[in-house]
């Protein structure tokens, strides 16, 4: 039984005991910091069922519990107030049993129901951005912490394949590529076709200011320039299946899935399974028909679909066009339902999508569960704002992108920068001094892209990411790298219990041992709020409070031979949660810094 359960029970009985009141519920809280104590009891809501004095009542309530609860091993009353600490005694019987527990904190794999998880879902057209580097940063790391709360995960996305954007990119190839591919330019082949999306756009934009200039109207010459008039045409033939176009379109999408896989590899993120747009458009119009017939959707007089959600404060919504073509709302309502079929045990799926896109999102899970789908109710969008640099906004049609490649290269070389000032890589090779530099960077940009909660916009800045000192990745990996760097200094064997005659805990001891406490708490949290953000501040909190234990306490230097041990042990377990926090958020923890 969790500790707060105990004292609550103890609370209760405390209160019949002394007054004769069944309270229907307690309020527990960490105390503050500048209290003595561990866990407070908020009285004041219990004066709704006991008219007394809440000093009095707090008095009493103490009392009873050092008398009968044996955790319980003094009291103070500040006000409405009761803080109560708990025994040395607890725990150390707590750190007992979790001292050689590897998965501690982690739910038994595959215990609860399966959700398939959503991010990433590039374009084919352009390398991905720093706005896709925070996409796959939370969709990895919400599918790890689900993990980690027993459920069974698919990871997956939805490769926007098809459409206009490509054919803008296979049409600047085809006027001014001379033939040019990945290997004859030494480019990855997502940046060499990002490039011609480019091309085409600058190409596009000389054509309209030569028609406005010979007179035409400025819209009209936008709608009917030559160029993009013929990069529909190149749409329509792919639509056909003209064997010339298609064979273009599966060369260029290869050069690009060839580059996506370069750079997932070095962002540290993975899928169980890939849904590509050019397979998936033309699903859903079998759903609409049905969806029609059972009274969903209507028809208006010029022949498209529409369903009415005005009565749940939305609006009318088109899922097929009079021409009877789909629109993205059909191919989302079909993908969903055939990745169920795909995936019969899928208790729920988790869409890592942008802001911009969340009433696309109520309306999608509102028509499913129109549909009479019962996972419908399970469906979630994970909504981020976007992430801005110093030097402003992107654009890529403009190539003014902040290129994912470029960023991750230069948060390896800014943390390669710092490490060489702080002089510390002795005995390192250059492979192992690259790979660290690799490590710290990707840590400080994961760490503090997703200590942000998703919803919020936020300012990344790459040279304050990565600061050995403040709330950053590298702080934590540093203070890893500490803590293994005790333990491999530990020339006795720190794997037998520690007796029970230890000396009393010095309170930085103790609040590790609360901060261990709460790990499984927070990982369940997370889960539920698909908040990566509830880990990453956990972490740091955790590697802050070691780093005050250790300035403060002498670990190996500790004279008593027991609590040398436990100071030891109490090192390693913060080590493994530190770790298995960071893993949770895709962040590597190097043994040495």
Not at 477 to 487: E, N, V
Request: net charge negative.
């Amino acid at each position: 039984m969790a500790l707060e359960q105990r004292l609550s029970e103890g609370v209760k009985k405390a209160v019949k005991s002394g007054f004769d009141v069944e309270l229907p519920a307690v309020e527990l809280q960490p105390t503050r910091k500048e209290f003595e104590g561990d866990l407070t009891v908020v009285v004041f809501p219990m004066l709704k069922w006991i008219k007394a004095n809440p000093a009095a009542v707090g008095e009493a309530i103490g009392q009873h519990l050092v008398d009968h609860c044996p955790e319980v091993s003094g009291y103070n009353v500040i006000k409405g107030f009761l803080n109560l600490v708990i025994s040395d005694a607890y725990y150390l019987e707590f750190f007992e049993g979790i001292r050689t527990n590897a998965a501690y904190g982690l739910c038994p794999p595959d215990s609860k129901g399966a959700v398939m998880v959503e991010y990433s879902s590039p374009n084919t057209n352009k390398p991905l951005h720093l706005g896709h580097i925070r996409n796959n940063l939370l969709g990895y790391s919400v599918a790890e912490i689900l993990k980690a709360a027993g459920h069974k995960v698919y990871k997956t996305q939805i490769i926007n394949d098809r459409g206009i954007h490509i054919c803008k990119s296979m049409l600047a190839w085809q006027k001014f590529g001379q033939g040019e591919t990945p290997d004859s330019s030494g480019l990855k082949g997502d940046k060499l076709v990002g490039n011609y999306y480019v091309a085409f756009d600058k190409a596009y934009k000389a054509e309209v200011a030569q028609m406005v200039e010979a007179g035409t109207d400025p819209k009209v010459a936008e709608r009917e320039a030559p160029l993009l008039l013929e990069a529909q045409e190149l749409l329509r033939k792919w639509e056909a299946g003209d064997p010339e176009v298609v064979a273009l379109w599966k060369t260029m999408n290869g050069w690009v899935y060839a580059g996506f896989e370069e750079t997932y590899r070095r962002m540290g993120v993975d899928f169980d399974q890939l849904y590509y747009e050019s397979d998936t458009y033309l699903l859903g119009k079998d759903v609409v028909a049905e969806g029609l017939e059972k009274g969903v959707f209507f028809r208006k007089e010029d022949g498209s679909v529409w369903i009415d959600l005005t009565d749940e404060g939305l609006d009318e919504k088109i899922v097929l066009r009079a021409d009877g073509t789909a629109v993205y709302m059909t191919q989302d309502i079909g993908t969903a339902i055939q990745r169920v079929k795909d995936y019969p045990d899928i208790a729920g799926m988790v869409y890592t999508v942008g802001n911009e896109q969340d009433y696309h999102f109520k309306v999608l899970f509102l028509i499913l569960k129109k549909l009479g789908y019962s996972w419908a109710e399970r469906l979630y969008h994970l909504s981020y704002g976007m992430v801005d640099l110093p030097s402003g906004k992107m654009k890529s049609r403009e190539g003014t992108v902040v290129d994912a490649d470029d960023l991750m290269q230069e948060m390896a070389q800014t943390a390669a920068g710092i490490s060489g000032e702080l002089g510390k890589l002795e005995g390192f090779t250059e492979v192992e001094k690259q790979n660290l530099y690799h490590q710290i960077g990707m840590g400080a940009l994961k760490y503090f892209i997703l200590r942000v909660d998703p919803r919020k916009r936020m300012l990344f800045n790459p040279e304050e990411s990565v600061d050995f000192q403040g709330n950053t990745g590298p702080f934590i990996q540093y203070t890893y790298a500490r803590i293994q760097s005790i333990l491999r200094k530990a020339d006795f064997d720190d794997n037998r219990p520690v007796p029970a005659t230890l000396p009393a805990l010095h309170e930085k001891e103790k609040q590790l041992l609360k901060d261990l406490e709460g790990f499984p708490q927070v990982v369940l949290q997370a889960a539920e709020q698909y908040s990566p953000a509830l880990i990453a501040n956990y972490t740091y909190d955790l590697v802050k409070d070691f780093n005050s234990f250790y300035q403060q306490v002498s670990i190996l230097g500790e004279p008593d031979a027991d609590h040398r041990l436990f100071r030891v042990q109490l090192a390693r377990k913060v080590g493994e949660v530190a770790r298995q926090g960071c893993a949770l958020l895709g962040i590597e923890t190097p043994e040495r810094m």
